[in-house]
DNA sequence: TACGAGTCAATACC
DNA sequence: GGTATTGACTCGTA
Protein backbone atom coordinates (compact mmCIF):
# COMPACT_ATOMS: atom_id res chain seq x y z
CA UNK A 1 0.00 0.00 0.00
CA UNK A 2 1.44 3.36 -1.42
CA UNK A 3 5.02 1.47 -1.04
CA UNK A 4 4.61 1.90 2.79
CA UNK A 5 6.10 -0.90 4.90
CA UNK A 6 3.78 -2.09 7.73
CA UNK A 7 5.53 -0.75 10.33
CA UNK A 8 5.35 2.79 9.02
CA UNK A 9 1.99 2.35 8.41
CA UNK A 10 0.99 1.53 12.06
CA UNK A 11 2.91 4.20 12.99
CA UNK A 12 1.30 6.84 10.68
CA UNK A 13 -1.98 4.52 11.60
CA UNK A 14 -4.87 6.65 13.37
CA UNK A 15 -6.62 5.53 16.33
CA UNK A 16 -8.26 2.40 14.83
CA UNK A 17 -11.40 0.73 16.54
CA UNK A 18 -10.05 -2.67 17.40
CA UNK A 19 -12.99 -4.11 18.25
CA UNK A 20 -15.18 -3.10 15.44
CA UNK A 21 -12.35 -4.32 13.08
CA UNK A 22 -12.37 -7.88 14.77
CA UNK A 23 -15.83 -7.74 14.80
CA UNK A 24 -16.18 -7.40 11.07
CA UNK A 25 -13.24 -9.86 10.57
CA UNK A 26 -15.28 -12.38 12.36
CA UNK A 27 -18.17 -11.83 10.27
CA UNK A 28 -16.96 -11.46 7.43
CA UNK A 29 -14.92 -14.58 7.76
CA UNK A 30 -17.81 -16.70 9.02
CA UNK A 31 -19.97 -15.78 6.01
CA UNK A 32 -17.61 -16.84 3.56
CA UNK A 33 -16.74 -19.65 5.57
CA UNK A 34 -13.16 -19.12 6.19
CA UNK A 35 -11.01 -20.10 8.91
CA UNK A 36 -9.11 -18.42 11.48
CA UNK A 37 -6.14 -21.04 10.11
CA UNK A 38 -6.14 -19.79 6.37
CA UNK A 39 -6.72 -16.04 7.69
CA UNK A 40 -3.93 -15.72 10.52
CA UNK A 41 -1.83 -17.35 8.10
CA UNK A 42 -2.17 -15.78 4.96
CA UNK A 43 -3.13 -12.17 5.61
CA UNK A 44 -1.50 -11.65 9.70
CA UNK A 45 1.28 -14.07 9.66
CA UNK A 46 0.13 -15.62 12.33
CA UNK A 47 -1.05 -18.98 13.97
CA UNK A 48 -4.49 -19.88 14.50
CA UNK A 49 -4.49 -19.49 18.15
CA UNK A 50 -3.07 -16.07 18.22
CA UNK A 51 -5.97 -15.19 15.27
CA UNK A 52 -8.66 -16.66 18.04
CA UNK A 53 -6.86 -14.73 20.81
CA UNK A 54 -7.22 -11.55 18.68
CA UNK A 55 -10.17 -11.58 17.11
CA UNK A 56 -12.07 -12.42 20.52
CA UNK A 57 -9.97 -10.11 23.09
CA UNK A 58 -9.18 -7.22 20.99
CA UNK A 59 -7.11 -4.78 23.22
CA UNK A 60 -8.12 -1.12 22.91
CA UNK A 61 -5.87 0.68 20.58
CA UNK A 62 -3.81 3.03 22.97
CA UNK A 63 -3.16 -0.20 25.08
CA UNK A 64 -1.27 -1.77 22.14
CA UNK A 65 1.94 -1.35 21.25
CA UNK A 66 3.53 -0.89 17.65
CA UNK A 67 3.91 -4.46 17.47
CA UNK A 68 0.44 -5.18 18.98
CA UNK A 69 -1.36 -2.78 16.50
CA UNK A 70 0.31 -4.15 13.43
CA UNK A 71 -2.54 -7.38 13.20
CA UNK A 72 -4.87 -4.65 12.92
CA UNK A 73 -4.04 -2.39 10.53
CA UNK A 74 -3.56 -5.96 8.33
CA UNK A 75 -7.38 -6.30 9.16
CA UNK A 76 -8.25 -3.30 8.21
CA UNK A 77 -6.15 -3.12 5.29
CA UNK A 78 -8.10 -6.78 4.59
CA UNK A 79 -11.02 -5.24 4.62
CA UNK A 80 -10.49 -2.70 2.78
CA UNK A 81 -9.33 -4.64 -0.18
CA UNK A 82 -12.21 -5.22 -2.54
CA UNK A 83 -10.79 -8.59 -3.41
CA UNK A 84 -10.16 -9.51 0.24
CA UNK A 85 -12.49 -12.56 -0.16
CA UNK A 86 -12.02 -13.80 -3.15
CA UNK A 87 -8.07 -13.65 -2.65
CA UNK A 88 -8.29 -15.90 0.52
CA UNK A 89 -11.03 -18.14 -1.27
CA UNK A 90 -8.67 -18.81 -4.13
CA UNK A 91 -5.72 -19.34 -1.25
CA UNK A 92 -8.18 -21.81 0.52
CA UNK A 93 -8.62 -23.85 -3.03
CA UNK A 94 -5.03 -23.93 -3.88
CA UNK A 95 -4.19 -25.36 -0.21
CA UNK A 96 -6.96 -27.42 -0.95
CA UNK A 97 -5.49 -28.82 -4.38
CA UNK A 98 -2.03 -29.02 -2.75
CA UNK A 99 -3.54 -31.52 -0.22
CA UNK A 100 -5.12 -33.55 -2.09
CA UNK A 101 -2.13 -33.55 -4.43
CA UNK A 102 0.13 -34.65 -1.13
CA UNK A 103 -2.43 -37.52 -0.27
CA UNK A 104 -2.45 -38.96 -3.82
CA UNK A 105 0.88 -38.76 -3.93
CA UNK A 106 1.49 -40.79 0.13
CA UNK A 107 -1.12 -43.40 -1.08
CA UNK A 108 0.39 -44.19 -4.04
CA UNK A 109 3.68 -44.48 -2.34
CA UNK A 110 3.37 -46.79 0.71
CA UNK A 111 6.87 -46.52 1.26
CA UNK A 112 6.30 -42.61 2.38
CA UNK A 113 6.13 -41.60 5.29
CA UNK A 114 3.30 -39.36 6.13
CA UNK A 115 4.65 -36.09 6.93
CA UNK A 116 1.30 -34.64 8.27
CA UNK A 117 2.47 -37.45 11.13
CA UNK A 118 5.39 -35.54 11.84
CA UNK A 119 4.89 -31.98 12.18
CA UNK A 120 5.70 -29.46 10.31
CA UNK A 121 9.39 -28.59 11.64
CA UNK A 122 9.76 -32.28 10.23
CA UNK A 123 8.12 -31.14 6.76
CA UNK A 124 10.31 -28.82 6.83
CA UNK A 125 13.05 -31.32 6.99
CA UNK A 126 14.68 -29.40 10.37
CA UNK A 127 13.74 -32.67 12.69
CA UNK A 128 14.34 -36.21 12.12
CA UNK A 129 11.35 -38.60 13.00
CA UNK A 130 13.56 -39.34 16.04
CA UNK A 131 14.02 -35.93 17.00
CA UNK A 132 10.57 -35.49 16.94
CA UNK A 133 10.27 -37.47 20.62
CA UNK A 134 12.74 -34.85 22.10
CA UNK A 135 10.09 -32.40 21.97
CA UNK A 136 9.18 -31.07 24.96
CA UNK A 137 5.76 -32.51 26.46
CA UNK A 138 3.37 -29.61 26.87
CA UNK A 139 2.62 -29.40 31.07
CA UNK A 140 -0.94 -29.53 31.55
CA UNK A 141 -2.33 -28.24 34.83
CA UNK A 142 -5.17 -29.58 36.78
CA UNK A 143 -8.01 -28.19 38.51
CA UNK A 144 -6.48 -28.42 41.74
CA UNK A 145 -3.27 -26.97 40.65
CA UNK A 146 -4.83 -24.15 38.99
CA UNK A 147 -6.88 -23.35 42.06
CA UNK A 148 -4.15 -23.48 44.16
CA UNK A 149 -2.33 -21.37 42.12
CA UNK A 150 -5.18 -18.66 42.22
CA UNK A 151 -4.89 -18.74 45.32
CA UNK A 152 -1.26 -17.98 45.55
CA UNK A 153 -2.16 -15.08 42.94
CA UNK A 154 -4.43 -13.77 45.20
CA UNK A 155 -2.51 -13.83 48.19
CA UNK A 156 0.09 -12.59 46.44
CA UNK A 157 0.42 -11.10 42.25
CA UNK A 158 4.08 -10.68 43.04
CA UNK A 159 5.35 -14.25 44.80
CA UNK A 160 9.06 -13.96 45.92
CA UNK A 161 11.78 -16.71 44.61
CA UNK A 162 11.06 -18.00 48.04
CA UNK A 163 7.55 -18.02 47.61
CA UNK A 164 7.55 -19.60 44.21
CA UNK A 165 9.85 -22.18 45.10
CA UNK A 166 7.72 -23.37 47.58
CA UNK A 167 4.62 -23.77 45.42
CA UNK A 168 6.52 -25.46 42.88
CA UNK A 169 7.35 -28.44 45.37
CA UNK A 170 4.13 -28.18 46.95
CA UNK A 171 2.41 -28.65 43.45
CA UNK A 172 5.36 -30.68 42.47
CA UNK A 173 5.61 -28.68 39.61
CA UNK A 174 8.83 -26.58 37.94
CA UNK A 175 9.61 -23.79 39.05
CA UNK A 176 9.33 -22.05 35.82
CA UNK A 177 6.21 -23.47 34.83
CA UNK A 178 4.84 -21.23 38.12
CA UNK A 179 7.12 -18.63 37.34
CA UNK A 180 5.47 -18.83 33.40
CA UNK A 181 1.84 -19.34 35.23
CA UNK A 182 2.29 -16.30 37.22
CA UNK A 183 3.30 -14.43 33.79
CA UNK A 184 0.53 -15.48 32.02
CA UNK A 185 -2.02 -15.11 34.83
CA UNK A 186 -1.15 -11.49 35.84
CA UNK A 187 -1.08 -10.79 31.39
CA UNK A 188 -4.37 -12.16 31.29
CA UNK A 189 -6.24 -10.94 33.86
CA UNK A 190 -4.74 -7.37 32.74
CA UNK A 191 -6.15 -7.86 29.82
CA UNK A 192 -9.49 -9.01 30.94
CA UNK A 193 -9.82 -5.78 33.11
CA UNK A 194 -9.57 -3.44 29.74
CA UNK A 195 -12.50 -5.60 28.72
CA UNK A 196 -14.55 -5.56 31.60
CA UNK A 197 -13.36 -1.44 32.15
CA UNK A 198 -14.46 -1.16 27.99
CA UNK A 199 -17.54 -3.06 29.06
CA UNK A 200 -18.82 -1.35 32.10
CA UNK A 201 -18.33 2.08 29.64
CA UNK A 202 -16.51 4.01 32.31
CA UNK A 203 -13.71 4.14 29.50
CA UNK A 204 -10.46 4.61 30.39
CA UNK A 205 -8.35 8.06 29.09
CA UNK A 206 -4.83 7.86 29.27
CA UNK A 207 -4.80 9.77 32.53
CA UNK A 208 -6.22 6.59 33.95
CA UNK A 209 -3.60 4.50 34.11
CA UNK A 210 -2.64 4.77 37.98
CA UNK A 211 -4.47 2.05 38.80
CA UNK A 212 -7.60 -0.20 37.56
CA UNK A 213 -10.04 1.87 36.20
CA UNK A 214 -12.43 -0.55 38.04
CA UNK A 215 -11.09 0.59 41.25
CA UNK A 216 -11.68 4.48 40.80
CA UNK A 217 -15.02 4.24 39.77
CA UNK A 218 -13.99 7.49 37.66
CA UNK A 219 -16.52 6.34 34.73
CA UNK A 220 -16.37 9.18 32.16
CA UNK A 221 -17.50 11.35 34.70
CA UNK A 222 -13.84 12.96 34.35
CA UNK A 223 -15.06 14.52 31.15
CA UNK A 224 -12.74 11.87 29.06
CA UNK A 225 -14.34 9.41 27.39
CA UNK A 226 -18.33 11.23 26.88
CA UNK A 227 -17.12 15.10 26.88
CA UNK A 228 -15.57 14.26 23.30
CA UNK A 229 -12.62 15.76 24.99
CA UNK A 230 -9.96 15.80 22.25
CA UNK A 231 -6.83 14.52 21.59
CA UNK A 232 -4.21 14.32 18.75
CA UNK A 233 -7.64 13.39 16.81
CA UNK A 234 -9.34 15.89 14.43
CA UNK A 235 -12.85 16.76 13.78
CA UNK A 236 -11.80 16.74 10.19
CA UNK A 237 -10.57 13.34 10.70
CA UNK A 238 -14.17 12.08 12.34
CA UNK A 239 -16.24 13.08 9.49
CA UNK A 240 -18.89 10.50 8.18
CA UNK A 241 -17.55 8.12 10.57
CA UNK A 242 -20.76 8.40 13.43
CA UNK A 243 -19.06 5.18 14.71
CA UNK A 244 -17.16 6.24 17.69
CA UNK A 245 -19.63 8.76 18.95
CA UNK A 246 -22.50 7.30 18.60
CA UNK A 247 -21.32 4.12 19.97
CA UNK A 248 -20.13 6.47 22.57
CA UNK A 249 -23.18 7.91 23.18
CA UNK A 250 -24.35 5.01 23.86
CA UNK A 251 -21.79 3.66 26.30
CA UNK A 252 -22.29 6.74 28.37
CA UNK A 253 -25.79 6.31 28.51
CA UNK A 254 -25.39 2.68 29.87
CA UNK A 255 -23.17 3.51 32.54
CA UNK A 256 -26.19 2.15 34.92
CA UNK A 257 -25.45 -1.07 33.22
CA UNK A 258 -22.27 -1.72 34.68
CA UNK A 259 -23.98 -3.63 37.43
CA UNK A 260 -25.07 -6.02 35.06
CA UNK A 261 -22.07 -5.87 32.86
CA UNK A 262 -20.13 -6.65 36.26
CA UNK A 263 -22.06 -9.63 36.73
CA UNK A 264 -21.09 -10.95 33.69
CA UNK A 265 -24.22 -10.24 31.91
CA UNK A 266 -24.43 -9.28 28.50
CA UNK A 267 -26.15 -6.16 28.26
CA UNK A 268 -24.68 -4.97 24.78
CA UNK A 269 -26.22 -5.05 21.41
CA UNK A 270 -24.39 -6.15 18.39
CA UNK A 271 -26.63 -4.15 16.30
CA UNK A 272 -25.17 -1.19 18.30
CA UNK A 273 -21.96 -1.67 15.85
CA UNK A 274 -23.79 -1.72 12.24
CA UNK A 275 -22.81 1.37 11.33
CA UNK A 276 -19.96 1.19 12.59
CA UNK A 277 -18.56 -2.13 11.24
CA UNK A 278 -19.95 -0.92 7.78
CA UNK A 279 -17.73 1.54 7.44
CA UNK A 280 -15.05 -0.77 7.18
CA UNK A 281 -17.13 -2.57 4.46
CA UNK A 282 -15.62 -0.28 1.55
CA UNK A 283 -18.03 0.68 -1.08
CA UNK A 284 -21.48 0.00 -1.08
CA UNK A 285 -21.48 0.75 2.66
CA UNK A 286 -25.24 1.90 3.72
CA UNK A 287 -24.02 3.57 6.87
CA UNK A 288 -23.14 7.00 4.28
CA UNK A 289 -19.21 7.49 4.70
CA UNK A 290 -18.12 9.64 2.10
CA UNK A 291 -14.25 8.72 0.49
CA UNK A 292 -12.64 7.61 3.58
CA UNK A 293 -8.79 6.96 3.74
CA UNK A 294 -7.41 4.09 4.30
CA UNK A 295 -7.21 4.31 8.14
CA UNK A 296 -10.71 5.70 8.64
CA UNK A 297 -12.22 3.97 11.11
CA UNK A 298 -12.10 5.67 14.15
CA UNK A 299 -10.77 8.97 14.60
CA UNK A 300 -13.93 9.38 16.01
CA UNK A 301 -12.32 7.57 19.15
CA UNK A 302 -10.03 9.67 20.55
CA UNK A 303 -7.00 7.68 22.45
CA UNK A 304 -9.32 9.81 25.51
CA UNK A 305 -12.67 8.10 24.22
CA UNK A 306 -11.46 4.90 22.63
CA UNK A 307 -12.06 2.24 25.02
CA UNK A 308 -16.19 3.11 24.99
CA UNK A 309 -15.93 2.06 20.63
CA UNK A 310 -14.30 -0.76 21.92
CA UNK A 311 -17.38 -2.27 23.12
CA UNK A 312 -16.70 -6.02 23.46
CA UNK A 313 -20.17 -8.02 23.12
CA UNK A 314 -20.64 -11.21 23.46
CA UNK A 315 -21.64 -11.77 20.53
CA UNK A 316 -23.85 -14.32 18.39
CA UNK A 317 -21.68 -17.78 18.87
CA UNK A 318 -21.79 -17.07 23.09
CA UNK A 319 -22.81 -20.78 24.59
CA UNK A 320 -24.13 -20.76 27.94
CA UNK A 321 -20.52 -22.56 28.71
CA UNK A 322 -19.32 -18.98 27.50
CA UNK A 323 -21.26 -17.42 29.55
CA UNK A 324 -20.76 -19.05 32.67
CA UNK A 325 -17.03 -18.70 31.71
CA UNK A 326 -17.70 -15.14 32.08
CA UNK A 327 -19.66 -14.73 35.09
CA UNK A 328 -17.08 -16.88 36.94
CA UNK A 329 -14.12 -14.54 35.35
CA UNK A 330 -16.47 -11.46 35.93
CA UNK A 331 -17.51 -12.55 39.69
CA UNK A 332 -13.37 -13.43 40.50
CA UNK A 333 -12.37 -10.01 39.02
CA UNK A 334 -14.93 -8.46 40.94
CA UNK A 335 -13.64 -10.13 44.43
CA UNK A 336 -9.85 -9.30 43.27
CA UNK A 337 -10.85 -5.54 42.68
CA UNK A 338 -13.03 -5.68 45.92
CA UNK A 339 -9.96 -7.11 48.12
CA UNK A 340 -8.26 -4.33 46.39
CA UNK A 341 -10.43 -1.78 47.22
CA UNK A 342 -10.63 -2.81 50.67
CA UNK A 343 -6.75 -3.19 50.97
CA UNK A 344 -5.98 0.84 49.56
CA UNK A 345 -8.25 2.14 51.96
CA UNK A 346 -6.30 1.07 54.80
CA UNK A 347 -3.22 2.33 55.16
CA UNK A 348 -1.58 -0.29 57.47
CA UNK A 349 -0.75 -3.04 55.20
CA UNK A 350 -1.48 -5.25 57.98
CA UNK A 351 -4.90 -4.61 58.11
CA UNK A 352 -4.90 -5.66 54.49
CA UNK A 353 -7.05 -8.66 54.05
CA UNK A 354 -6.47 -10.79 51.06
C1' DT B 1 16.98 -9.27 35.97
C1' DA B 2 12.11 -9.09 36.18
C1' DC B 3 8.38 -7.82 33.83
C1' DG B 4 4.90 -6.92 30.12
C1' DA B 5 3.56 -7.66 25.42
C1' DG B 6 3.05 -10.58 21.83
C1' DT B 7 3.12 -14.95 19.97
C1' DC B 8 3.52 -20.02 19.18
C1' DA B 9 1.76 -24.38 19.36
C1' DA B 10 -0.19 -28.34 21.98
C1' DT B 11 -4.31 -29.50 23.71
C1' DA B 12 -9.24 -29.13 24.92
C1' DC B 13 -13.58 -28.34 23.45
C1' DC B 14 -17.60 -28.04 20.47
C1' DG C 1 -12.41 -29.82 11.50
C1' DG C 2 -12.56 -25.36 13.36
C1' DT C 3 -12.07 -22.62 17.40
C1' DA C 4 -10.68 -21.58 22.27
C1' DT C 5 -7.46 -22.10 25.91
C1' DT C 6 -3.11 -21.91 27.94
C1' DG C 7 1.92 -23.20 29.11
C1' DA C 8 6.08 -21.73 27.13
C1' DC C 9 8.83 -18.79 24.71
C1' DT C 10 11.07 -14.35 22.57
C1' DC C 11 11.91 -9.68 22.72
C1' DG C 12 12.08 -5.02 24.37
C1' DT C 13 12.34 -2.18 28.36
C1' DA C 14 13.10 -0.15 32.92
Not at 100 to 119: N, Y
Request: glycine share 10%.
Amino acid sequence: HSGLSIQEMVAMSPELDTYAITKKVKEVLTDNNLGQRLFGETILGLTQGSVSDLLARPKPWHKLSLKGREPFVRMQLWLQDPHSVEKLMDMKRLEKKAYMKRRLSSLSDSHTVDTAFLGPDYVQGSLSPGQQHLKKPRVVLGPEEKEALKKAYQQKPYPSPKTIEELASQLNLKTSTVINWFHNYRSRIRRELFIEEIQSAGGVGPGSEGGSPSLRGSKSGEGDSCDGTESEGTVEARQGLGLGLEDHRGACKDQDMEAESEAGGSNNSPAQLDCTTSSLAGPGSSCGQGGLGLFSLTEASSSSSAPSTNIPAPGPARNPRDNNLRKKKAANLNNIIHRLEKAASKEDPSEWEF
